[in-house]
C-alpha cells in the first residue's frame, strides 16, 4: 500500500550534499557534482527561458525572478548570460584556479561575468539557507539580492517581504524537498503583492508535490504539472543510494522501473499559476 513519507524520511535515502552547499565560493560544489554529472539547471534552462519570454511579453521587462535555493547563483549564472553547466565545470574545476582564494575567486568571477553578454532579460532574488553561497552570488554580481533564510524554519521578515513584492517567477532545481509546503505558505504573501507570479519548480519524483500545490491552491493558483516530461536532475552517487531512493519511491507507490533503476535521480517539471491566468497548457507555453 502506498503511503505518505516526510520530505525528511525521503532526503535520508539521498547522499547528504550539504558540505558543499555552504563554501566561500563554488569550486567544491562543482568538484563534487561533476563526479555525477548534476545538469538539472541545464535542464530547466529551457523551461525558464520561456516562461520568461512570456512574462516581459506580457508584464514588461525586466521580469523579477525569485530562485528558490538559488546556492552560488548557478541559475541565474546560466540563465542571465547563456552558460551551460559544462561552462560552469570547466571554469570551476580549472586546475590553474585550484590556489586562487575565494576573494581572488570572486574578483574573477565579477569581472568575468560582467564581461558576458545579457542573454535573459531578468534580474533575479536568490534565497538559500547557506549564507556563503548567497554572498558569492551577490558580490560575483550573479544576483541583485541575496536571501540567505530558512522559511521552514523562520517567517519571511519585513525587510525581505518588501523586496519579493515585484517578483513575477520563483523558479527552483534542487530544491523542493528541502523545502516544502510550509516555505511556500509563507513566501506566497510577500510575492503576491504585486502582479502574482507563477512558479516554477523541477521536483525529483520522490518528493511529493501534492502538499505544495494544495496550499498555492489556498492562495488562489492551480498546478499543471509537465505531463510525460522527464528531467534527468544526476547520477546517484553510489549503489546504495540508488537502493535507498528507489525503495522511497515504491512505497510512495511511484513506480521507479526503467527510469530510477537504470541509475539517475529524475526530476518533473510543475507550473503553478494564478488561476486567472492558467488557461495555456504548460507544453504549449514551453514549447514557444
Ligand atoms: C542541490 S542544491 C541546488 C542548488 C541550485 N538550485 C542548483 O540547482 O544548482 C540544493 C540547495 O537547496 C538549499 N536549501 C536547503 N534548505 C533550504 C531551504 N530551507 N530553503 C531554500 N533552500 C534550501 C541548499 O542550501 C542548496 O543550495
Redesign the pocket.
Known sequence: MPHALSNQAINRAKAN??HI??EADPRA?FRE?ETVD?A??DR?KPVFRALIGHLAESRGTPVHAL??????G??AAILKHDLSMADLYRRYTDPALDDASSEEMIAADRAYFDGLPDAAPAEVIG????EP?VAYAEQAGLIEQGLA?????EPLPDAAAAAMAPVDLVM????VG??GAT?FDRLMPAVGEGDAPWLANFVLRMFPFDPIAETLEAHGYVTEKLDGARFVQRRFMSEEEQAGVVEKLEAQGVDPAGVETEGDLVAEFYLSRPCAEADRPVADLVAS
Open positions: 550534499m550539504n552547499y555552504a560544489y557534482l548534476y538539472i539547471p530547466a530562485d528558490l535555493g538559488c546556492s552560488y548557478i541559475n534565497l538559500d539557507p547557506a553561497a533564510l530558512n522559511l521552514e524554519e527552483s532545481t534542487g530544491c528541502y523545502v516555505s
